[in-house]
């Protein structure tokens, strides 16, 4: 604890009281004062449709080998291997999702 009134992250005076709060991407917990991480990744994947990786008051979405993020920060789209030097094929190059 602090002497942020023992909050863990913010502190609100009130006349004779006060009251703890979290940043963004954290909970308050039981205790009152202590601020938890939220695992976004727990509910829904995050909203990633490949991977999601959770980070102390945050979390990121990430791709598998062979697909990149979209603009959205959530969708991965197969990269197109085939459209750079014919994906090194002498003859013809046939994409398949993910390699």
Known sequence: MNNNGG???NCKN????????CRAGYKLKRD????????????NGGGCNQI??????SYKCKCW???KMSSDNHT???ID???VNNGGC???CINFAGG
């Open 7 to 9: 909050c863990d992250h």
């Open 14 to 21: 009130f006349e004779g009281s006060y009251e703890c709060s």
């Open 32 to 43: 009152k004062h202590s601020c938890k991480d939220i695992n976004e990744c727990a509910t």
């Open 52 to 57: 999601c990786d959770n980070r102390p008051g």
């Open 65 to 67: 080998t062979g697909y």
């Open 76 to 78: 991965c789209v197969d």
């Open 81 to 83: 291997e085939c459209k």
């Open 90 to 92: 002498s003859h013809t």
